[in-house]
């Protein structure tokens, strides 16, 4: 595991964890139940198989 070799400024480690960003889910346009709806690409099986409802997208 590392170990950091020396302390780092309260400036400093803010700066760094301020990079850190999500990102927002790539959308899919997919076609259920006749209607198109853009979904996020993990949920796009779920749509089709008619687990999820694509009404809240």
Do not use: C, H, Y
Request: net charge positive; aromatic share 6%; glycine share 4%.
């Amino acid at each position: 595991m590392a170990t950091p070799k020396f302390r780092m400024s309260r400036a400093n480690t803010r700066m760094r964890r301020s990079q850190w960003k999500a990102d927002n889910a790539d959308l899919q346009t997919v076609k259920v139940n006749g209607q198109e709806v853009r979904i996020p690409r993990r949920l796009v099986k779920a749509a089709q198989a008619g687990l999820i409802d694509v009404e809240q997208f």
